[in-house]
């Protein structure tokens, strides 16, 4: 039999979380048996060769809700 844990630490723009609020994800995250230690960081910038290469993902059908949401978090910091 296999087994998988794991999750996902998503943000909007790609960023780790900050100082304060990281505290509050690691408690979240070791209570479903995660430890912080046990997550890296995945560059997925647009400008990485291998990325490029592969093409565009297939994510046509949200794309514009992700684009939308981004360009209001970035509305938001600019207008601070």
């Known amino acids: 039999m296999q087994q998988y844990l794991g999750g996902l630490l998503c943000t909007i723009d790609g960023s780790l979380p900050n100082e304060s ?33 592969a093409g565009p993902p297939p994510l046509d059908f949200y794309r514009s809700d992700v684009k939308r949401e981004i360009n209001k978090v970035e509305s938001n910091r600019n207008n601070r």
Request: charged share 30%; glycine share 4%.
């Open 21 to 53: 609020d990281r505290e509050k994800i690691w408690n979240k995250l070791r209570s479903a048996g995660i430890e912080p230690w046990e997550l890296f960081a995945v560059d997925n910038d647009a400008q990485s060769t291998a990325l490029l290469a």
